[in-house]
């Protein structure tokens, strides 16, 4: 079973800065791409940045403002947001496309809150 944690949540002034961990756990023998998600309250989930081997994409919304990055082990990815507007409020989810010993599954975290406010 693959198990993603994020962390790194939190309530931010605007124009301030978070960064977003997420780990992957389990049998796991690659992770295609990684990415992160956010849902604010009465909104569909909608892509915030993904990353894949030798590509990143964005959100218009968060371009020049979040970078998308994986760690040294592959199994995590970080998101540095900065510039964070009260639009960005929203439960961030972890994503995953990850190839286990079974098969091939999409995997999300349990998510984590983000709230800019003065």
């Known amino acids: 079973q693959v198990q993603l944690v994020e962390s790194g949540g939190g309530l931010v002034q605007p124009g301030g800065s978070l960064r977003l961990s997420c780990a992957a756990s389990?049998?796991?023998?690659?992770?295609?791409?990684m990415g992160w998600y956010r849902q604010a309250p009465g909104k569909q989930r909608e892509l915030v940045a993904r990353i894949t081997i030798g590509d990143t994409n964005y959100a218009d919304s968060v371009k020049g403002r979040f970078t998308i990055s994986r760690g040294n082990a592959r199994n995590t990815v970080y998101l540095q947001m900065n510039s964070l507007k009260p639009e960005d409020t929203a439960v961030y989810y972890c994503n995953a496309d990850v190839l286990t010993d079974r098969d091939r599954g999409d995997y999300w975290g349990q998510g984590t809150q983000v709230t800019v406010s003065s």
């Open positions: 389990g049998i796991i023998f690659s992770i295609n791409a």
